[in-house]
């Protein structure tokens, strides 16, 4: 990729002057400006540990060439560490005298460090690889780093020794994301190590493991059987009644529910609840082969409204003949796109749901695990427990969902105790997590409806997240075929007692947001959210994602409040990583579940946001027009 971005978690022992260990979190940021060519090297620039705590600090700009199959040579100039062994007066300096001087660290890491950036001594270094075979590869390298404070820092007789600039390693490679390496580094040391690198493109089990779906059953020409065309069928209600049995049964053995069913002599108008598959658009594409199983001929025009928390963000209408045509035609994904139609519906209550499906309860028991990432003691902490979840649908829309949990053995609730001078909405996560329980997680009554068009709205009270309960609304406005999205939200809240039952603390606060949502293309998506957070702080939220065409997920965001940097603590501002992976991508199976995790270098209370479940722009957008094209090639699938 033209852009790279890496984060950092080290330990480093015997750093400070008294033996201790210190946790280190950094980030990386490498843009490839030139690419390769034929005699051109590839070029690119380098910020090394650029708004941590600069433990790691660098800056670089480095050239790559192939010479032949085997043979990579590289060469780039460093500053920071990179300029710190047989350095030289900075190049940068004729033309700016401030570039040869380099500040020391100073704040509560978290923000660039953009005062230090290409700024004191530089120094060449390189490097050569050499693929000695499609598995082994070795390589030799000079490095610019003197590691001058690990060699002053720590304990006398545990002091890293650094001899040489000359390092040699080589590499093994197992199999495709397995990878061995060992090295001698600078004079002194051995290391050994091994990677483990998977790409989203790429399923463990190499593809989907799913059944086949039903066949597109083609009707017989009109001239050949014209009693199969007839519309009569469309006054009997027995006949109706009949296909609406089979046409359950048929879409439940394919995973979805039959919310809804309108015919007429020509036309079906199908609602449904896609319970199975990660894309909407193969869930829309069985259902068309389904009702070219059980439609009598006359009906030419099927309309198919998936159903989301009893809201219908659209109607794809498919023509008959059209899917009868294209099943084995080339590109016919891009072909079936074309002849759709994806429209708005409203209003959505226009048309009865089943009345078996109202009232009615499901439930499930099954494990869970809460992980916290890298906190100051710790880069990993866990608490492994049993759920047992459950929803009572009142009707379409209205529903009381809860999670009630028996934690079971687990470390969060030894991190360290909060230090914050903020109301701890937080950093109290710890007292939270010594609860014994059984606890109620979540418990609220959630409400969905369509109040005009293009607009969506939700109503839930109860007990919204782990630390907090009280009153969340939101409304969305988004227009089918629109990228751009706009919503509110308001919320009451008070915060619940560590014990995670009926109770609550003191203290309250009234939260809110007003948030614009955006899709760029190529599977990015931006968002900014304004307002107020959990501890009172005003602000902003800015996150960048990017989604696969398989369902990867991988974003970024950043909050700024006027909560000053010294008010936040260690970390300077709320920010972090989230990442979410499709199930289906790990078992090879259909399934609507995913697995979803927010990396932050560090949690504290400035910038926090409400945990509220069902937020409405990821179920109204999966239905829109622009995510139905960029994942309409599972059409057919």
């Not at 490095?143 to 304990?155: C, F, I, K, T």
């Not at 007839?230 to 879409?251: E, H, M, P």
């Not at 939260?511 to 307002?531: I, K, M, P, R, W």
């Not at 920010?575 to 990396?599: A, E, F």
């Amino acid at each position: 990729p033209r852009l790279s971005a890496s984060f950092r978690y080290s330990t480093l022992d015997n750093f400070r002057s008294n033996g201790d260990r210190t946790w280190d979190r950094s980030f990386d940021l490498r843009y490839r400006f030139i690419d390769e060519g034929r005699y051109r090297p590839a070029v690119a620039i380098g910020l090394q540990d650029f708004m941590g705590t600069g433990l790691f600090s660098a800056e670089y700009v480095v050239a790559t060439k192939s010479v032949g199959d085997r043979l990579t040579v590289t060469g780039g100039i460093g500053w920071g560490r990179f300029g710190s062994y047989n350095g030289f007066s900075n190049p940068l300096g004729h033309l700016y005298s401030g570039f040869n001087t380099r500040p020391g660290f100073s704040g509560l890491g978290g923000e660039p460090n953009y005062k230090t950036w290409f700024r004191g001594d530089a120094a060449f270094f390189g490097g050569v690889s050499w693929a000695a075979s499609d598995k082994l590869t070795l390589k030799a390298e000079y490095s610019s780093d003197a590691y001058v404070r690990e060699s002053s820092q720590g304990l006398p007789a545990d002091r890293f020794v650094h001899h040489s600039p000359l390092n040699f390693g080589l590499n093994y490679r197992i199999r495709p994301g397995i990878e061995l390496s060992a090295a001698y580094l600078y004079g002194s040391v051995v290391s050994v190590g091994a990677s483990f690198t998977f790409n989203p493109k790429h399923p463990p089990t190499g593809g989907s493991l799913g059944r086949a779906p039903v066949p597109v059953k083609p009707r017989m020409p009109r001239h050949i059987s014209p009693d199969d065309w007839g519309t009569g069928w469309a006054g009997d209600s027995t006949r109706q009644a009949g296909i609406r049995t089979v046409l359950a049964q048929l879409l439940q053995a394919e995973g979805m529910e039959l919310e809804a069913l309108h015919l007429t002599g020509n036309s079906a108008r199908v609602r449904i609840r896609n319970q199975r598959y990660e894309a909407m658009p193969q869930a829309i594409g069985r259902t068309a082969r389904i009702l070219t199983q059980v439609l009598p001929a006359s009906v030419e025009v099927f309309r198919i409204e998936p159903v989301v928390d009893g809201m219908v963000p659209s109607a794809t209408t498919v023509r008959r003949t059209d899917v009868e045509n294209l099943e084995n035609a080339p590109d016919s994904a891009w072909k079936s796109y074309a002849r759709s139609e994806i429209k708005a519906v409203y209003p959505a209550n226009d048309l009865e749901s089943l009345p078996e499906l109202y009232p009615r309860l499901s439930w499930g028991l099954s494990p869970y695990v809460d992980i916290s990432f890298f906190d100051p003691d710790n880069p990993l902490r866990a608490d492994f427990g049993a759920e047992l979840s459950g929803r009572y649908e009142m009707a379409r829309g209205l529903s009381l969902n809860g999670v009630i949990r028996q934690p079971l053995f687990g470390n969060i609730g030894d991190g360290r105790a909060s230090d914050s001078v903020l109301p701890h909405v937080r950093t109290d996560a710890n007292l939270y997590a010594q609860a014994d329980g059984p606890l109620i997680d979540r418990l609220t009554l959630d409400y969905y409806y369509q109040p005009a068009r293009n607009l969506y709205g939700r109503l839930s009270v109860g007990y919204l997240e782990k630390m907090f309960g009280g009153v969340s609304s939101e409304i969305l406005w988004k227009p089918v075929k629109s990228r751009l999205a706009l919503g509110l939200e308001l919320n009451y809240v008070k915060q619940r007692d560590f014990d995670q039952l009926f109770g609550f603390q003191d203290y309250d606060v009234v939260t809110g947001h007003a948030s614009a949502y955006y899709e760029f293309g190529n599977g990015f998506h931006g968002q900014l959210d304004v307002g107020r957070y959990l501890a009172g702080d005003w602000g902003a939220t800015v996150s960048l994602d990017r989604e696969f065409d398989n369902g990867w997920r991988v974003g970024a965001f950043a909050t700024f409040t006027d909560v000053s940097f010294e008010d936040f603590g260690e970390g300077s501002f709320d920010k972090g990583i989230r990442l979410t992976i499709p199930l289906s991508w790990v078992t090879g199976q259909p399934s609507r579940r995913q697995v979803k995790t927010t990396i932050r270098p560090l949690t504290r209370d400035g910038g926090a946001r409400l945990d509220v479940n069902g937020r409405l722009y990821e179920n109204v957008r999966e239905l829109h027009e622009p995510n139905l094209r960029n994942r309409w090639g599972r059409f057919w699938r």
